[in-house]
Every structure is written in C-alpha cells, then in structure tokens.
C-alpha cells in the first residue's frame, strides 16, 4: 500500500463475488501451489468446478488428493495461487467472513468424525444449533429425523451414541450431518474406505441420490474406482509431484468417468486396472 491510499478497516461483510452468474463455475482454482517444508505437494494446479458437477478426484496415496481437496474448502491455505469460491477469494476472507462462507460447505470425514460424548441427534442436529441457534427445538427436531431417514437410517438410532453404532452407520450419520444446512459444495474424503462391498455402495447410492435430491457441487476423494465411475460425471487423476519433471502437469486425466480405461497415459490407464506398471522402478529412483 502506498501512503496515499486509505486504510480500510477490516469488515466481516463478504465482499460481492465477482460474478454473479449462475453459469460461472463455483470453484476456480488457479496456479495452486502447496509446500510443506519445503516439499512440494501440488503445483501448477489450475481448475474450475462446475455448479451441480460431482468430481471424483484419484491418484496414488501421497499424490495430494485430500491437500487438494482442503485447499477449495479453505483448510488450508495454498503457498502461491488462488482458491475463488463462487467468485470471492477464500484466502482474503476475514475469519468471521471465512466462518460465513464455510456454513455453504459440507464435510464428510473418512471416519465420520463424529462427536463420540454426543448421542447421533446431538450430532446431526450440532451444526444447526451452532449456526442458526435461533431454530426452534420442533424444526431441529423436524430436520435431523428428516436427514436421518434421508440416509436411511432408522429413527431409534438418533438415541444412541457413535460407539454404539457400525462404520457404515457411523458414516451415513456423518453424511446426514453435512447435509443438515443445505450445503452448496460437500466434500467427500474417502466416503467408501473400510466399508464391505454392500454399505459402500449404499454410500455410493447416497450420494446419488444427495445430488438428486438438492443442487449440490460434489467432490470426492477416493481409492475406490467403482464409486469413481458410479458417482462422479468427471473424474481428476493426480500423479505426485516428485515424480514428474518440472513443467509436467500434474492431473494426468481429467474427463468423464468412461474415458479412463482408454486414457492416451499409461500411467492412468494402469492405475484405473491395478497395475503395478514401472512404479517400483520409478518410487526407488524418485526417494533414492
Ligand atoms: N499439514 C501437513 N503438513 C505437512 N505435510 C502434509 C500435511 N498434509 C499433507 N501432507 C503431506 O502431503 C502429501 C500428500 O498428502 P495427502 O493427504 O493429500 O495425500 P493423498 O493423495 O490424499 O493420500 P492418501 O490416499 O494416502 O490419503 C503427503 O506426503 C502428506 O504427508
């Protein structure tokens, strides 16, 4: 700032988007860099989401999928770039205006994170009672055994506690929970993972069926390509940084979940079937 410019005071109203059209893309990522320490994680990531879009984002453990995915929600402040949401600039969000922006966003956690002291309507109802504290008890009420049976799960289980209930339980609960304020964008980190085949395609089913129900953005993080192919109307394949030569792009593919099997890199082509390929040869380069 020079010294002829004014201050302006720190205000928690958001600024206007830059857009307002319904078109625009709801995320826009640009040149998005993170490093840690020093090591890079992601780099040259340049993206925008779509309204409605379910994205599910692959690649190796480690290549940077859920970095990537806390970077758009604002978890985590990327190194160099930019995260817009609906046009605003996450990252130049005060934090009362970034808690604002986050009441738009739902989060399914791996291990549903849900609070274990609280029994299940506790849980689902939390996000209510702490962002619109002003909901009366009968509409709280309403909503969470709505959710609930949203997510298929019966109404006596709203009594008992998250220990007292299955993963897959646990996991619809966490689901019901990211809904309960009608977010704009849900994110997903690994819905699926250490569930049987049977629940992990109900949370498949679900959210389908989220999608259907509400105009939601969805992204999710996986390692199971039958959610990949059933869930997502665009698939993004990361590749982890160290591997590749500087200027090399990090998404290896990016398109409809039916274009994978016939991606032009092998290195997609072999992650989607299984296959080892050279990666032995080439993680035994990249850490030596
Ligand atoms: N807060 C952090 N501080 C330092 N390093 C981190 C942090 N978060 C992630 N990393 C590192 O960034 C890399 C990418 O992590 P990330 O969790 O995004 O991988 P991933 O692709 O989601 O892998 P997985 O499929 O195993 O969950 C890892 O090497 C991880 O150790």
Avoid: W
Avoid at 8 to 17: G, S
Avoid at 71 to 82: M, Q
């Amino acid at each position: 700032m020079n010294d002829y410019e004014p201050e302006t005071e720190p205000t928690d109203d958001l600024p206007e988007p830059d857009t307002a059209s319904e078109s625009a893309p709801l995320i826009e990522v640009n040149n998005l860099s993170i490093d840690f320490d020093g090591n890079c994680i992601l780099s040259g990531i340049t993206r925008s989401i779509t309204r409605g879009q379910t994205v599910a984002v692959i690649g190796e453990s480690g290549c940077g999928k859920t970095v990537f995915m806390k970077t758009l929600v604002a978890l985590l402040t990327p190194t160099t770039g930019t995260v817009l949401f609906d046009g605003t600039d996450l990252n130049q969000l005060t934090p009362a205006q970034l808690a604002q922006v986050r009441r738009r966003f739902g989060f399914v956690f791996q291990n549903a994170a849900l609070f274990d002291s609280m029994n299940i309507f506790d849980n689902v109802a939390f996000p209510i009672r702490q962002n619109e504290p002003s909901t009366e008890e009968d509409e709280v009420r309403e909503r969470v055994r709505n959710h609930l049976i949203e997510v298929g799960l019966p109404e006596d289980v709203a009594r008992k506690y998250p220990a007292e209930i299955s993963g897959g339980m646990q996991k619809r609960v966490g689901l019901a929970r990211a809904l309960v304020l009608k977010p704009e964008l849900i994110v997903y980190d690994e819905p699926t993972t250490g569930l049987d085949p049977i629940m992990s395609d109900v949370i498949n089913e679900l959210i389908l069926n989220t999608r259907r129900l509400y105009p939601v953005t969805s992204v999710v993080v996986t390692h199971d390509m039958h959610t990949a192919r059933k869930v997502a109307d665009r698939v993004m394949m990361f590749y982890p940084r160290r591997m590749l030569d500087q200027g090399q792009s990090q998404i290896l593919f990016d398109g409809p979940p039916s274009q994978l099997e016939n991606a032009d890199d092998r290195r997609v082509r072999q992650f989607v079937r299984g296959e080892a390929g050279d990666r032995i040869r080439e993680m035994s380069r990249a850490t030596a």
